[in-house]
């Protein structure tokens, strides 16, 4: 028999676990990224044609003492190769952090954050943004502006379908999302085909990669990212009650229907933004909540930001890989999170038998 | 505290479910929700805590309108242990019994030491403390069901719903879940409003019963007030017979199948001359088939005799543990002679019922065809020191011997189609399809 104390203790217990998860994954974050922006072509670690920056130089420029290096490998490592890795972290943790939410909404292990017609019409609004007559500067961001617009309004556009006398049953939402996501596969393979010169180009965005990372991205992308991420893990409750289904989370307190509203449209905004930048990245979103479920449990006051932290540091990591094992090519980073991440995840379900939710 | 029901219908699509609804319960009461399948039990807990809104009516808590409670509110007021709870994710049962607390932490709060405290207490009175760290999906359904009671108590509610607890518990798990639920009831004087399929748990535990008919309340009030037998039949179309528990004084309600087949429709009258229980269940046999059963003489309080009550059998009672006088054996002759066949069952006989046997041999002389039934030998079954069986010899010459109810059930039945096929070859005027009936109304009239 437990005595007096224990609930505080078995709670203070799971509080420490709590902390002790998130510092981990924390540290490990930090030490990583400080870590890739070592890794690269011409290093200090990492593929070389011929000139190589030493050690001493790249720690020194991370450290704020670049005088006395030469400008090139400042702007190698500070303005190329930081930008990117951070904008591979904010990618992944809007990835992870919004297909834990979806596997939550819809109960359904294999939602993640493209399950209702994200990514579809973000490939149709990329696709589509090269038809239009811009100029080069503003072309850049054409691109991105019209994957959001695409990504978000595709999600409304299921929702309003699902949408039947004033209730929305997620079942409906989840086909719904499969009806409109292969209607927009069409009309996307059919401007890919009428795209011509841009094909290349739309190719490697559908593939997904961190090719446009720039600080003026990671500055567009930080804001809409961290603030929907940080309003994510306010709804930990609620997913935690509505994974015991709609009625009992009823019991317990919480609007559903409306709770359901509004994690759609911040999954969509944050996952939508991530898209937008760095095209259609695979598996972040599905294998990373899964990983961390087993490895920390179905409590969403925990999977939440465990998911977010480990994606932000799985994607920037296999982007390291991505851009440097090949140099001076590189593999786009969506398949590369497919080829690692798939026979992994395959291992994890062979090796653990825990419930999928 | 007062939850009150007024004019409350609803419908789903087009089919209406509840019609009318109204009642209230107060304080520290216990009301069972009881009806056939689909008569709208699970639906009035729905509209009883907003998973549903009616579209008529109102449900009123202390005098407010359930719709202007927001969920949270509800949350604090109502708790629902909804029926076999399924819970797919591995949420430890501390975890799952601390979402009771969800509408009091919010959406910014964080959980607090009163919080823990008052999912140990749950925890506690639910006996489930010593589980809070195993895994939910691993637990006993019996378990599982007090967990999910601990959550709604978590809600610190001062109304809990329950739909069918006791479904899938087994009957000592039943008997702790409804204690439990009690224990709360009158101890933290929470209200109960549980929906129950065991007519015999409710009537034992529920302050009130309310019985449910096609969305309509059929009857309301003290359990044996609206759990009798016309009422049953009624609304389950199930015949049963209402008595009291002999340990716990409490209603019992015993079903039994009452199989009206039309291929066996006979209207022959059959006389029990029975006691002690030996001919409660050939009574129900035969008026299976459509026979008419009478009975006596039986002492009141004899099973028999309040078997026969209870199916509405015509039986001629004697005053209990008395001799039986010479009124009852008169009432009994003429029962016996308006009957076309009679059954003496193996009852014990004694001084007290000896005439009952008298009352057989009479019938033999009114050469009224009788079967005795003889699974035990009369040696063991008299108490008259011999009498009795003289009075068994001298039947058994002229009676149909049969070695038990079942046997005794074939032998009468087989007399009447016997009865039946000697006529048609002699009225081959008359239309199959009626011969049966006639054949049968001649019997009687024989």
């Known amino acids: 028999m437990i005595g007096e104390e224990t609930i505080v203790s078995l709670f203070e217990r799971k509080r420490h676990r709590w902390r002790l998860t998130i510092a981990a994954l924390s540290i490990a974050l930090t030490l990583a990224i400080f870590f890739m922006t070592l890794v ?17 130089a790249a720690l020194d420029i991370l450290f704020g003492e670049s005088e006395n290096w030469p400008e090139n490998f400042r702007a190698i490592i500070m303005d190329i190769r930081l930008p990117r890795i951070l904008l591979g972290v904010l990618v992944g943790c809007s990835l992870a952090v919004s297909g834990a939410v979806m596997q939550g909404v819809f109960k359904n292990p294999m939602a993640d954050p493209y399950i209702i017609g994200l990514s579809a019409g973000a490939a149709v609004g990329a696709s589509a943004s090269t038809f239009l007559p811009l100029k080069q500067d503003i072309g850049m961001y054409a691109l991105p502006l019209m994957a959001f617009i695409g990504a978000t309004s595709t999600v409304f556009l299921v929702y309003q379908i699902a949408k039947s006398r004033g209730r929305t049953r997620v079942e409906t939402l989840l086909l719904s999302g499969i009806a409109v996501g292969s209607f927009l596969a069409a009309v996307t393979s059919f401007l890919l085909y009428l795209s011509g010169q841009q094909f290349r180009f739309l190719f490697f965005w559908l593939l997904g990669g961190l090719w446009m990372a720039s600080w003026k991205v990671v500055w567009i992308v930080f804001p809409v990212i961290s603030i929907g991420t940080v309003l994510l893990q306010l709804f930990a409750r609620d997913l935690n009650a509505m994974l015991l289904g ?104 062979r090796k653990s038998r825990r419930v999928w939710l | 505290m007062r939850l009150e029901i007024r004019g409350l219908s609803f419908s789903y699509e087009s089919t209406p479910i509840l019609k009318n609804v109204a ?49 949270d509110e509800i949350a604090k007021t109502v708790g629902v242990v909804p029926q076999i709870p399924t819970v797919d994710a591995a949420f430890t049962v501390f975890e799952i019994v601390l979402m009771g607390r969800a509408s009091h932490i919010g959406r910014f709060g964080a959980e607090s030491a009163r919080d823990l405290e008052v999912v140990e207490e749950a925890l506690k009175m639910t006996d489930t403390l010593h589980l809070a760290d195993r895994t939910f999906d691993e637990l006993s359904g019996g378990e599982r069901q007090r967990v999910i009671i601990a959550r709604a108590l978590a809600q610190e509610p001062r109304v809990l719903l329950l739909d069918e607890p006791t479904v899938h518990l087994d009957i000592k798990y039943q008997l702790e879940l409804l204690e439990l639920i009690e224990r709360l009831n009158k101890q933290i004087g929470i209200v109960i409003v549980a929906v129950f399929h065991d007519l015999n748990l409710a009537s034992q535990h529920c302050d009130s019963i309310i019985l449910l008919h096609n969305g309509r309340i059929e009857a309301i009030g003290a359990p044996e007030r609206v759990l009798t037998p016309e009422s049953i039949r009624r609304i389950y179309g199930v015949d049963v017979v209402v008595k009291r528990h002999p340990v716990t004084n409490a209603l019992h309600v015993a079903p039994y199948l009452s199989k009206k087949s039309d291929r066996l429709k006979s209207r022959a009258t059959v006389h029990l001359v029975c006691g002690g229980g030996s001919g409660s269940v050939l009574m129900n046999l035969l008026l299976e088939r459509g026979m008419t059963v009478t009975a006596g003489v039986l002492n009141v309080l004899d099973t028999d005799y309040e078997t026969a009550r209870s199916l509405g059998l015509s039986v001629v009672g004697e005053i209990p543990f008395s001799m039986i006088t010479d009124e009852s054996f008169a009432a009994n002759l003429a029962l016996i002679e308006q009957s076309n066949i009679l059954v003496l069952t193996d009852f014990p006989i004694g001084p007290g019922n000896l005439r009952n046997l008298q009352a057989v041999e009479e019938a033999l002389k009114k050469s009224i065809p009788v079967f005795v039934i003889e699974s035990t030998p009369d040696q063991q079954r008299d108490f008259t020191g011999g009498i009795a069986l003289e009075y068994m010899a001298r039947l058994k010459k002229k009676a149909i011997v049969v070695r038990s109810t079942k046997e005794c059930l074939q032998a009468i039945i087989d007399l009447q189609e016997q009865a039946c096929s000697l006529k048609p070859k002699e009225l081959n005027t008359s239309s199959p399809k009626n011969t049966e009936n006639i054949e049968a109304s001649e019997l009687v009239n024989e």
């Open chain 1, 246 to 349: 709609e009625e009992q989370a009823t019991h317990l307190g919480i609007d559903v229907k409306k709770v359901e509203k509004i994690l759609l449209a911040l999954t969509s905004l944050v996952a939508g933004t991530a898209v937008a930048f760095s095209g259609i990245i695979g598996f972040v979103g599905l294998i990373i909540p899964h990983m961390m479920r087993i490895r920390v449990g179905p409590n969403h006051t925990l999977l939440l930001p465990a998911s977010t932290l480990a994606g932000g540091l799985f994607l920037a990591s296999v982007d390291t890989v991505a851009r440097t094992i090949i140099a001076p090519t590189e593999i786009p980073v969506g398949v590369l999170t497919a080829l690692c991440g798939a026979p992994f995840f395959a291992y994890l379900l």
């Open chain 2, 23 to 71: 009642f209230s319960v107060g304080q520290g009461e216990f009301l069972g929700v009881m009806g056939p399948n689909g008569s709208g039990k699970t639906t009035l807990l729905r509209c009883m805590c907003k998973v549903l809104e009616p579209r008529v009516g109102t449900v009123l808590i202390d005098g407010r309108d359930l719709r202007r409670f927001t969920r």
């Open chain 1, 40 to 56: 690269g072509s011409m290093g200090p670690i990492g593929p070389s044609g011929g000139e190589r920056i030493p050690l001493q």
